[in-house]
């Protein structure tokens, strides 16, 4: 499929480590797909759904104990320790290459090696990237033909050039404790081995878009974020771009493809999806900042997705879908999970593939588990998702699962209080990753799992782009949908009516809205948040609005013991901004 050198010289070196008992190249046809699945589902691995309800999809069960991410088996390779950072695990990369080598050394021998050159974004779009995954995983190649831009256009676009991401994956043995997903920034490389969950080894996601891109984009001067990416249109017609970063599992897809109240479709308010997780963003050549998704679908968390919370999302899930770590309807050969809808299947098999009973108590689908769909499916895509310039963003977004803390939203003061606002970013810890759940976390930009190196150098990263874009910035913001009441019951009703928050950062970026500025930043007046049409009153939202200057003067003790793991690194610009909203709160 190639003639490239580099990539070819390379594949040779993992074979000779791999010792593959064949080796197949994906180029990506519907014919060998086709082939493919139907091995994937002659080894169990893939159970073929009720092809006239949902066509094309698929369900899959992985390993008990391999769910979801692991971060404490996640490593940065840099050659110098001081280069991950405090916020990462670090491993030297010789350490890590012999330790990784022994245990992929042979490892595909019994099995087929598959070669997947994949392109993150558009097709020759000039943010676009090529990697490269060798797996011995169907599951992966399945997933990776729905989550990008897969197979010999790829190859060709990539040509002779040696600017590719090496992936290397094994399921291996599936066993936790010796399972690694390192990655070697200085070499563009990720060795991922014994995990089949999404997020460890569908290595164009996490791994590179995140990890090893934002390295790449400190280097090249530009970012890549754990954003989504949304086009909010006027009645006019106008569509204007935000960008939002939250943590996993904290409703970016259903950010990303929010219906609006009927009030504001009344009036022609529209939005569309460009991305639900991962944003690559560059300065274009007008000055304003550009963002491309560089995913083709949505590895989204299927429980609590359904008619009512994201239309969108279930709709996108109707056909070529896979699903992981759901219930098996037998009652029909289809799916359901929690909070689908209020009709749990009598006969049917929970998600570690036990006879399961509703009655009992415990959840049939886990807590994350996923569904992978096409990007083409979903009724509100962006008429600019294959827009090789990608967007213009108005906005950006900071965003996570706070119960009493941060208001309902509040705007930056500038460019560098925004990456203030960013950088003390906090979410109560969601079941995306293992580990504790609903534990207060600083989670700076959602991007503590993924920068790829020292966060105090990405925070840096973050003030240069502002001074290059000067008053061409978009206009920074925080938001939290979370707040809860003294009975642990959320306040504001979130998924559609957030447009109501929307429509208040647009106006703001137009210079349309008033605020009112507080210690934290500016808010918006009660009044200016509209809430026709809702069960919501004037009091309850100036509560949702409140600061509570207490409480943050506690969190900012708390942003002066995370700022103390950067020494050095942490920017001047960031200690300013802490000494001044201690300044404002008194
Ligand atoms: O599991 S993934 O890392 O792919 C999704 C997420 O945690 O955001
Ligand atoms: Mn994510």
Redesign the pocket.
């Known amino acids: 499929m190639t003639n490239n050198k580099h990539v070819l010289s390379w594949i040779e070196e993992m074979k000779a480590l791999v010792k593959p008992a064949n080796v197949v190249w994906i180029d990506g046809s519907e014919e060998q797909l086709k082939q493919i699945r139907a091995e994937s589902e002659a080894k169990g691995e893939m159970i073929k759904l009720n092809e006239e309800k949902l066509p094309g999809c698929y369900l899959h069960r992985t390993a008990i104990n391999d769910v ?2 692991v971060e404490h088996r996640t490593f940065i390779c840099s050659r110098k320790q001081e280069d991950a950072g405090p916020t990462n695990n670090w491993m030297d990369p010789k350490e890590a290459y012999e330790k990784l080598g022994k245990l992929f050394d042979g490892v595909m021998k019994d099995r087929t090696m598959y070669v997947i050159p994949y392109c993150m974004g558009p097709i020759g779009s000039p943010l676009a990237k090529i990697g490269i995954e060798l797996t011995d995983s169907t599951y992966v190649v399945l997933n990776m033909d729905i989550m990008t831009r897969m197979g010999k256009p790829a190859l060709d676009m990539l040509g002779d050039s040696n600017d590719f991401v090496r992936g290397l994956h094994s399921k291996a043995d599936i066993d936790e404790e010796n399972r690694y997903i390192c990655h070697f920034p200085e070499d563009n490389a990720i060795w991922s081995i014994n995990s089949g ?4 080894v ?1 290595l164009g ?2 791994c590179f878009a995140l990890r090893i891109a934002s390295y790449q984009g400190k280097n090249e001067g530009w970012m890549a974020e ?1 954003m989504l990416i949304l086009g909010l249109e006027n009645p006019k017609g106008e569509v204007k771009y935000i960008a939002a970063a939250f ?3 904290c409703g ?1 897809t259903n950010l990303a493809m929010l219906i609006p109240p009927e009030v504001y479709q009344k009036k022609g308010y529209k939005v569309w999806t460009v991305g639900d ?1 991962i944003a690559w963003i560059r300065i274009g050549a007008d000055g304003r900042l550009w963002a491309i998704n560089p995913e083709n679908g949505f ?1 989204g ?1 299927a429980p609590g997705t359904n008619m009512k919370s994201n239309p969108n999302a279930l709709l996108s899930t109707k056909k070529g879908t896979i699903f992981t770590n759901v219930v098996h309807n037998l009652e029909d050969n289809t799916v359901w999970w929690e909070g689908l809808d209020k009709n749990p299947p009598k006969n049917a098999i929970n998600w570690k593939g036990e006879k399961w009973d509703s009655a009992s108590g415990e959840k049939g689908a886990h807590p ?1 588990s ?1 569904f992978t769909a096409p990007a083409k499916n979903c009724p509100c895509i962006s008429s600019e998702f294959e827009s090789k310039q990608g967007v213009p963003l108005s906005a950006i977004v900071f965003g996570g699962r706070r119960a009493k803390t941060a208001p309902l939203v509040y705007q930056s003061l500038s460019w560098q209080h925004g990456v203030f606002v960013g950088s003390i970013m906090a979410s109560e810890t969601t079941a ?2 293992t580990g504790a759940v609903g534990v207060v976390r600083r989670d700076p930009m959602a991007m503590l ?1 993924f920068c790829g190196y020292h966060m105090g150098d990405y925070f840096k990263h973050w003030l240069e782009i502002g001074e290059k874009l000067g008053d061409k910035a978009p206009k920074i913001f925080n938001v939290n949908w979370f707040r809860t009441d003294d009975e642990g019951h959320f306040i504001w009703p979130g998924y559609g009516d957030n447009m109501r928050v929307l429509e208040w950062i647009i106006n703001r970026c137009e210079g349309k809205a008033d605020a009112v500025e507080t210690p934290i930043g500016y808010e918006p007046k009660a009044e200016d948040i509209n809430l026709e049409g809702l069960d919501i009153n004037l009091d309850t939202l100036k509560g949702l609005l409140g600061v509570d200057v207490n409480l943050w003067k506690e969190e900012a003790k708390g942003i002066h013991e995370f700022y103390g793991k950067f020494g050095d690194k942490l920017p001047a610009a960031l200690k300013t901004e802490l000494a001044n909203l201690e300044k404002r709160l008194g």
């Open positions: 979801a991410r969950y999404g997020g460890n569908l996601k996490k754990h943590p996993s599992a970016k997780d590895f968390v994350n996923r995306a990753a799992p």
